[in-house]
């Protein structure tokens, strides 16, 4: 796999970043440096968790308390485009940081959400994975976080795109004939051997 | 890690399922057995792929074509309730499904999401990852796709349980300071360094 996009050699140096602090090594944030999100740069401070590939920080509109970022260091639109091992580095920093969340907030629940790809609703071209604790009560409808996840872009100056077409109405969408799953399910299986040959 | 549920040594035994056809070495889905998914039975011939570990089918209710669900064979409602080994293989299943539909239905991106836990609209407690495939377009309002992925559950007779509490309305969500964002980060970060020590 090709690597378009290397990972910057220096990030901060002709950063916006507000935060010029000094190296403190008493200062547990001081072996994190600022990191590109997209076109934004994420401030150390604002970086709580950095691995070999991957890193997790804070947003600036948190949805629910508790709602974080995951992104791989590599600025790199889709998941597809990362290698396997920046993948599974970046979901298993998702797991321990989701462990990490349940603990603080005594979460009952999360959404793990990527969208992944602009038609997907992503607002920046680098690929990051939302975790969202939940707890039972804290939206009224539940799907209400879905619209404010939509809704959310790093900052609030950003518009989001629209996308057009029909949904279709929950009451016209009925179950499917077994014939018809199983078919559908033949066709996947043709195509992910052959992939895999 | 404990593990409360193992999985079922014999899961079509007393299944209703519709498929009970002998084994045919020349069909290749007949390394295939039905399968749990919570309390239901999915039947061999909706299943695609099937790793150690994980196992990825087709859906009765799709939202969009090509909306499938990867799931761990174990019945546990919570990721945080699968072995690393089974966490990472579900995910690594994850990968070369998304790349065969991207070939497949020629999609430019993709939803990938898990409503990790009944506070977060799992409608099935055994761990699911919803994988749909999106093209420009294809919904009027982009977050419609939540809105459906909210509604979905594998059978239309099964009705979602609403939680109560208000979503701030978007305009109320202003930007947060660095400094509050510093101190989360902070928190977060001391809160990780202890519980991987």
Do not use: C
Not at 145 to 166: C, F, G, H, N, Q
């Amino acid at each position: 796999m090709t690597n378009p996009h290397p990972p910057p050699s220096s990030s901060s140096s002709s950063s916006t970043s507000f935060l010029l602090s000094s190296v403190d090594s008493s200062n547990p944030s001081d072996h994190l440096e600022d990191m590109r999100f997209g076109r934004f740069v994420i401030p150390k401070a604002s970086i709580f968790s950095r691995t070999a590939l991957s890193a997790a920080f804070v947003n600036l509109r948190p949805i629910v308390p508790g709602h974080v970022l995951i992104m791989p260091q590599r600025i790199v639109p889709l998941m597809a485009d990362l290698t396997t091992e920046e993948y599974t580095d970046m979901w298993l920093l998702v797991r321990q940081v989701q462990g990490m969340l349940q603990r603080h907030y005594n979460a009952t629940a999360f959404n793990v959400a990527v969208q992944d790809g602009r038609a997907a609703g992503q607002s920046v071209p680098h690929v990051h994975v939302h975790i969202l604790p939940r707890t039972k009560g804290d939206f009224q409808r539940n799907d209400d976080i879905y619209e404010a996840l939509e809704e959310w872009a790093p900052r609030i100056d950003m518009v989001k795109e629209r996308t057009s077409i029909d949904v279709p109405d929950d009451k016209d969408r009925v179950d499917r004939t077994l014939d018809m799953m199983a078919e559908e399910a033949a066709t996947y299986r043709r195509l992910l051997e052959q992939s895999t040959r």
